[in-house]
């Protein structure tokens, strides 16, 4: 049993990661359809869902594997040479679907795979590391250009899948010659005198897949306009937000998953010297379609949870009355078509006319109806975490 290729055969090594790609290929494609297309409207439904997810992620990182040690293979051996060198143009059709496939065994799991670490939440990857990558931040802006590339990437290695079978079956209908045996069972078949193969497809591959990483880009990076978050800022009070963020945290499948409301604005009215035992008081209007939660954007969108469709905005307004050595907001929250009280202690840091505030509460979700079909915590948890942080400048 021959281990290494020649130029009339493949080896067993060859033959064993060429089979085991097939084997995960054939079973991951379909299973990240299927957990796709599952429903995700109540908790057992969604932790199925996530453990689909789950499953798929860790294969696809197997075939990432499995295809890396199968092109270092690949690149210190020797390949069987054509059995019809003289079918010019069948040969470079082979060629290209080839390499095609070569670009995809990487290309594919690695889109995924930079997907699943500029997200946060949902179906982590089932091994012991993976969940980030080195030089991807958690970013919405990249995982979009990664899942849209993911999305065109398993189209083009469904075609290319599908012509190698294709190319195989016609050496076994129609020419009746050993291609297959030689992958199947290693089988030894008589050298040809030309034995190169052509270099042109291996980079009419390597372009077509670029061009395809371009459309990804092209279609999914975001558009400034429409990404650039509106100024945090009011027309009304005597002091004006200059930056600042509004970010929550929910646990969801047991790890804490992190979101934020890049669209709000904040009218403060504000003095150090409290009036009827208040310092002033806050109006924060925020544009909840804007809404980002890692992974599960689009499902905390629905109506189960934020319903923006229904309710674009929430209002949260409030007295600031001293507390301790800092000061606390304490009004009601509007969100959801539900309004209850809610208390925001915060500290405040004065340096002339700039104050640096950053404050921190707690929330129940079923006090605003979200997600009511998802009765425990083993997939969305009860306390949502809000943060805040600003910086603003007293009013001339």
């Not at 995700?40 to 860790?58: I, Y």
């Not at 690149?75 to 143009?89: C, F, I, N, V």
């Not at 409030?318 to 000061?327: R, V």
């Amino acid at each position: 049993m021959a281990l290494s290729n020649s130029s009339a055969r493949y080896g067993t090594v060859a033959r064993s990661l060429h089979w085991l790609t097939a084997l995960l290929i054939f079973t991951d494609f379909p299973l990240g359809m299927i957990a796709n297309a599952l429903p995700f409207d109540t908790s057992e439904a969604l932790a199925r869902k996530a453990q689909l997810f789950s499953v798929h992620k860790t294969l696809g990182l197997l075939v990432f594997f499995v295809a890396l040690a199968r092109i270092l293979w690949a690149l210190t051996q020797p390949r069987p040479a054509p059995l019809h060198p003289g079918r010019r143009l069948e040969t470079i059709a082979a060629e290209l679907v080839h390499w095609s496939l070569y670009v995809a065994l990487v290309a594919v799991p690695l889109s995924g795979w930079i997907h699943h670490a500029a997200v946060e939440g949902f179906a982590p990857i089932l091994w012991p590391f993976g969940q980030d990558l080195p030089f991807v931040p958690k970013s919405e802006a990249v995982a979009g250009i990664a899942g849209a590339a993911h999305w065109l990437f398993t189209k083009l290695l469904l075609v290319s899948v599908a012509l190698h079978v294709a190319g195989a079956l016609k050496h076994v209908i129609f020419d009746r010659d050993d291609t297959l045996a030689r992958m199947t069972h290693g089988r030894v078949t008589a050298e040809p005198a030309a034995a190169a193969h052509p270099r042109v497809p291996a980079l009419a591959a390597v372009l077509v897949w670029l061009a395809a990483t371009g459309l990804a880009y092209a279609v999914a990076r975001p558009d400034p306009a429409e990404t650039a978050a509106a100024p945090a800022a009011a027309a009304v009070g005597n002091w004006q937000v200059e930056s600042g963020s509004l970010g929550f945290s929910v646990r969801q499948m047991g790890a804490a998953v992190s979101g934020s409301f890049p669209n709000w604005t904040a009218e403060i009215t504000f003095d150090e010297a409290p009036v009827d035992g208040k310092n002033g008081s806050v109006t924060v209007t925020i544009d909840t379609t804007t809404m980002t939660l890692g992974s599960v954007t689009a499902q905390a969108k629905e109506a189960e949870f934020f319903d923006v469709a229904a309710h674009p905005t929430a209002v949260f307004r409030a007295d600031i009355l001293p507390e301790g050595t800092g000061y606390v907001a304490q009004g009601t929250l509007s969100l959801r078509g539900t309004e209850k009280p809610v208390s925001l202690p915060f500290t405040l840091i004065l340096e002339g006319d700039t104050a640096r505030m950053t404050g921190e509460t707690t929330l129940d979700r079923r006090d605003f109806g979200m997600g009511a079909s998802y009765g425990d915590e083993s997939s969305v948890g009860f306390p949502v975490t809000v943060t805040v942080e600003l910086t603003a400048k007293r009013a001339p």
